[in-house]
């Protein structure tokens, strides 16, 4: 589950299981990118993708 911002940015993720999503959500917020609500619901796009 990812929480983001008013602003789009995001601000929490829980996981169950999942490490490298972990890392990657860690670097989605200290980068503070804004995330594209269609990407994030899009199953066949990686979380890591989102980093570019």
């Known amino acids: 589950m990812l929480v983001l911002g008013a602003d789009d940015r995001l601000e929490a993720a829980v996981t169950v299981n999942c490490g490298r999503e972990v890392a990657v959500c860690r670097r989605l917020m200290?980068?503070?990118?804004?995330?594209?609500?269609?990407l994030l619901a899009d199953p066949d796009t990686p979380l890591k993708a989102l980093l570019k």
Do not use: F, M, Y
Request: aromatic share 0%; hydrophobic share 55%.
């Open 30 to 38: 200290a980068a503070g990118k804004v995330l594209d609500h269609a």
